[in-house]
């Protein structure tokens, strides 16, 4: 039996933080290794210049995206691993799929409604700062998406309503040429996926600059995690694990015993929250210390990186050149 193609896409926008570890990358690893999928992962590169646009750091920010996921465990020799930009034929399909979307299911996006809500709240012209690049955000991801015939697509949330889209211009490409020529897809959100808390004890995002990134040195490390916020309890006073910011992250990284312990003391008292940090810093060292290592390998290994991502590209191009091969047949321009 064939496989189930399972694809998903990750912007390049920087630093990855514990909240992209343990929110994004662990849950998606743990579905692209999965040996049931045939599983392709790709860097989405043409999505991220609607908004960033200093060339060197687009570059710096593949290469950072790229080295993290080979780094935290993605395998390119059973995931395929490539960037939007080496496929082409992802460009020659968003035109055709522009034919076929319809003006107002761009209208309804989320992304592009919420900006033109920030220009009414301004007092700015609806259009203001809106690039078409951003209008057409969805029609992008579903060439991405239809290109591969992906069947399970893993994103979150704010990426389900994208996916929807996805099926919408599929199905109508469907039904004006021939209903198996767009495979259907279906969007994945992993139940797994936990919301993080930050240093302030707010969900963990850039947004709140309150993150911890993945790939600090251990000095600076300890130092980020210092900075968690904690109430003013002396130390001799009893301490409530369950409302506390250093216990909730150290519940990712350790065992059920590990934090029996811990939560034990917190609860007799005489532990300071200085103790509770360190305890916190071995444990998530632990962790990171191997990925941290494979990392700053990976980083420094340019040319590495490039060798993987062009031996994506050309595996991926070859089943993409195919699939445009039809629709162009389909369509009735060959
Ligand atoms: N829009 C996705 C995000 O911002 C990234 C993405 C682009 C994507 N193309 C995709 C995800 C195709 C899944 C499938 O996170």
Redesign the pocket.
């Known amino acids: 039996m064939e496989k189930k193609v399972l694809?998903?896409?990750?912007?390049p926008t920087g630093v990855p933080h514990l909240g992209n570890y343990f929110g994004a990358i662990k849950p998606a690893l743990s579905m692209v290794s999965n040996d049931s999928y045939d599983a392709r992962l790709?860097i989405?590169d043409y999505?991220s210049i609607n908004t960033m646009r200093d060339p060197e750091v687009l570059r710096q920010y593949v290469y950072e995206v790229a080295a993290t996921w080979l780094s935290c465990g993605l395998d390119p020799k059973k995931v395929l691993l490539y960037k939007?930009s080496s496929v082409i034929e992802t460009f020659e399909l968003n035109i055709i799929l522009n034919a076929f979307t319809a003006k107002g299911l761009m209208n309804r996006a989320h992304a592009y409604k919420a900006a033109v809500d920030k220009n009414r709240e301004k007092n700015n012209p609806d259009d203001h700062a809106i690039n078409m690049g951003l209008y057409t955000?969805p029609i992008?991801?579903a060439a991405?998406?239809l290109l591969f015939d992906?069947n399970v697509?893993?994103?979150?949330k704010?990426?389900v309503q994208?996916?929807e889209m996805a099926c919408d211009i599929a199905q109508a490409i469907n039904h004006n040429y021939n209903d198996s020529l767009l495979t259907i897809p279906e969007y994945v959100i992993d139940d797994n996926t936990q919301t993080i808390v930050g240093l302030d004890g707010r969900k963990m995002s850039k947004s709140y600059g309150n993150t911890i990134e993945l790939f600090l040195s251990e000095k600076q490390l300890k130092k980020s995690l210092n900075r968690i916020v904690t109430n003013s309890q002396e130390i001799e006073e009893v301490k409530d694990p369950d409302s506390c910011n250093v216990f909730s992250l150290y519940k990712l990284f350790s065992t059920k015993d590990q934090q029996d312990q811990l939560a034990a003391r917190y609860r007799a008292g005489g532990m300071g929250w200085g103790h509770a940090k360190s305890e916190l810093f071995e444990v998530v060292n632990a962790e990171l210390k191997p990925i941290r290592e494979k990392y700053n390998d990976l980083i420094n290994n340019k040319d590495y990186i490039d060798s993987v991502l062009m031996e994506g590209a050309e595996k991926a191009r070859e089943i993409a050149s195919k699939k445009i091969f039809r629709l162009r047949k389909a369509i009735g321009i060959d």
Do not use: E, R, S
């Open positions: 694809l998903t896409g990750i912007k790709f989405a999505h939007q955000y992008l991801m991405d998406i992906a697509v893993p994103v979150g704010d990426q994208h996916v």
